[in-house]
């Protein structure tokens, strides 16, 4: 039995949720902070370059996620069973996993970084910009993998605060150390790497308090690879991989078209839009991530009633951010742009300015798409949520961009994921009606 999750829902739902989405907005400010930076920095080359990057970093950072969530739901479950053998085999398998997919990582990108920038669409003024944020960055692959395997145990082990100050020590020491390295010794593309690898590391020496002051219920036991164990906690966490690899897919598709009808300026405008849109995908990647434990706790205690509360929660809490967002979208969209353009170029701004406008419609839609899918994998219905993640980050997004590319040229390509974000709305819709009447039958009976 899990006491620290239980007591007023609504209390322990703001709790856990406020604390996640301001660690993630913290976390978020990673790759924001190389964005201002490079671009004031480097230009909109490095800014074209960091766009090409990240496309391959956020492979790394969905691994960790699908093993740091996926483990952690498996462990609450143990946990509010009572079960804790079960609990530290599962952190000690989530780790194993996190090891050997950092060292496949580090070692593939630092081989073949040049031919990876050149298949993204580096061309002879962003390649090398591109190769060497790349090497330097997965250098630290370790790093970044534990870091989000060890952030969801942390906090499902009632630790909440002590996880969100290890996000936000690593995003402000980010914040410093970008300035310092980029605008004071110019390292330029180097530093802004070496800068975002640090911070993990930041993040991980916060973490480990919640070990030395013994307050831990899990440990890293010595056990054998258990590969069922393994197979459950990659089913557990693959909507959260989805989730995240998704801007990694949309800015890959995005970059080769952008390409071929603005050129770098035009990647650098989506980089500006991009990079900004994944703060506000944080906010529900936040609230998602603070409901798991709770979803997962009320679930595997059999408490109806407060599992349909915290799905209430949830949208409503995913409908207002949206709103808010999209609203000071609207509103600060030139001024936004223009900090991010060093040179002044009035094309670099205009593209960016209206990108951000029609481009943010869509998390009107896609906040209610990430916090369901990720509601459904808390409690152990992984499929759905594999489901919606699938169909936003791939079939409505393929779908859609190349039809409304041809049809609007940049104009389609903004309304990509406006579109994508609504059509799937409509199978999460759908999923969470079953949902609700398949609880309301049970408790019935």
């Not at 580096?122 to 952030?151: H, K």
């Not at 080769?256 to 980089?271: C, D, H, M, R």
């Not at 706790?297 to 059999?302: F, I, T, V």
């Amino acid at each position: 039995m899990d006491e620290t999750l239980d007591g007023p829902i609504g209390k322990q739902f703001a709790r856990y949720v406020s604390l996640n989405v301001f660690g993630m907005i913290a976390m978020s400010v990673y790759i924001l902070a190389d964005t201002f930076f490079i671009a004031n920095g480097v230009g909109a080359d490095g800014l074209a370059a960091l766009n090409f990057a990240i496309v391959i970093w956020t492979i790394m950072q969905a691994t960790g996620l699908m093993l740091g969530i996926g483990g952690a739901t498996k462990f609450q479950v143990f946990k509010s069973q009572g079960n804790t053998g079960a609990a530290s085999r599962t952190f000690s398998n989530a780790v194993m996993l996190a090891l050997v997919a950092a060292a496949v990582y580090l070692v593939a990108v630092n081989v073949f970084a040049t031919p990876i920038s050149h298949g993204l669409g580096a061309d002879a003024d962003t390649l090398e910009l591109t190769s060497t944020y790349l090497r330097v960055i997965f250098c630290f692959a370790p790093f970044f993998l534990m870091n989000n395997v060890l952030l969801p145990f942390v906090r499902n082990d009632g630790s909440p605060q002590l996880a969100m100050a290890g996000m936000i020590l690593g995003s402000m020491a980010n914040i410093l150390l970008d300035y310092l390295f980029i605008m004071v010794f110019e390292w330029g593309m180097f530093g802004a790497a070496f800068a975002t690898g640090i911070a993990p590391i930041l993040s991980m020496a916060v973490l480990s308090i919640h070990f030395i002051k013994r307050k831990n219920t899990f440990t890293f036991v010595k056990t054998r690879p258990d590969f069922s164990l393994m197979r459950s906690i990659a089913a557990l966490g693959i909507s959260s991989f989805i989730v995240e690899i998704t801007g990694g897919v949309v800015l890959f598709i995005f970059n080769l078209i952008i390409l071929s009808f603005e050129g770098n300026t035009g990647v650098a405008a989506y980089g500006i839009v991009a990079n900004l849109a994944f703060v506000a995908t944080a906010l529900f990647v936040g609230t998602a991530q603070g409901i798991q434990p709770l979803a997962s706790h009320n679930y595997a205690q059999g408490h109806t009633g407060n599992l349909n509360k915290v799905l209430r929660y949830t949208l409503l809490t995913a409908l207002v951010i949206s709103v808010l967002v999209i609203a000071v979208v609207w509103l600060f969209a030139d001024p936004l742009a223009a900090a991010f353009n060093r040179d002044n170029d009035p094309r670099l701004t205009a593209l960016a300015a209206d990108g951000m406008r029609i481009y943010f419609v869509g998390y009107l839609f896609a906040g209610a798409n990430i916090v369901a899918a990720a509601f459904f994998s808390a409690v152990e219905e992984p499929a759905r949520g594999l489901a919606i993640s699938i169909v936003r980050g791939f079939v409505a997004i393929v779908a859609f961009v190349f039809v409304l590319a041809a049809l609007f040229g940049m104009t389609g390509v903004w309304a990509t994921f406006p579109a994508a974000e609504a059509a799937t709305a409509c199978l999460t819709a759908f999923f969470l009606v079953r949902f609700v009447r398949k609880r309301g039958v049970r408790r019935a009976g």
